[in-house]
């Protein structure tokens, strides 16, 4: 039910977002791909040009009790995720 151009729910026992679809064989099958960054979506967002640009904060299911043991900082990659039709 997932078909590119349509919308996702990609979600952690964190949390949720929304984001597009672009489905690729740049990406392995299995493999979910998103680009971090804090999301704009909030209509507290500040300034113009980010609310007019909109996406999702996807440390929203990141979970900051995850920390990478080497380097002290959150875990960003290889997080299992549910993904459903939106």
Known sequence: GIVDGGDARVATSTGS?????VVTDDV???????PHGWGHVAGDAWGETARGRGGVNVNTVVGSADIDLLSG???L???PVDVSPA
């Open 17 to 21: 977002v929304v984001a597009p679809v």
């Open 28 to 34: 392995r099958p299995g493999v979910v791909c998103m």
């Open 73 to 75: 900082t959150s875990v």
């Open 77 to 79: 990659a290889g997080i």
